[in-house]
């Protein structure tokens, strides 16, 4: 991480955040603790059940530090924008407090052929941490989940 920048989860759409920086692993957890804890403060008798405001404004932060917390995959990019690691990728949905998470990888990974399994587990980790997955397929016969807080 970078002298004066915050925490940024790892959303898919990156380089590969392992290799480039070893206290990742302590970093992820520092920051999922904190959104823990502010999940505590402002949850009222939900406390740490749901999602804090500030998730909903930001949800695919929220989302991907969750599922990055919880030990999934990211996937990644090379430097000129190659799928180089099969793993999530969270992204805006169309609707403001919404996340969609895909399962993406380089051609001929196999990342279509294990996204209903690994999807299936990213909505696990998300459903127990206080979010709705609603699984559809898309374009191409792609799945992808859309994440949103409950209602």
Do not use: K, N
Request: proline share 10%.
């Amino acid at each position: 991480m970078s002298e004066g920048q915050g925490f940024e989860p790892a959303t898919g759409d990156g380089p590969d955040p392992e290799p480039a920086e070893p206290g990742r692993a302590a970093e992820v957890r520092t920051a999922y603790e904190g959104l823990l804890q502010i999940r505590r403060l402002v949850g009222g008798p939900a406390g740490a059940s749901v999602p804090a405001p500030w998730e909903v404004r930001q949800a695919p932060r929220a989302v991907a530090l969750t599922l990055e917390a919880a030990g999934m995959p990211p996937s990644a990019l090379d430097a000129v924008g190659r799928r180089t690691r099969t793993g999530y990728r969270v992204a805006a949905a169309a609707e403001s407090g919404r996340a969609q998470v895909t399962w993406l990888g380089a051609p001929g990974s196999g990342a279509a052929e294990e996204e209903q399994e690994r999807l299936a587990a990213c909505a696990a980790v998300l459903e127990r941490a206080g979010w709705v997955c609603l699984l559809y397929r898309g374009p191409r016969h792609r799945r992808f989940l859309e994440v949103e807080p409950p209602r």
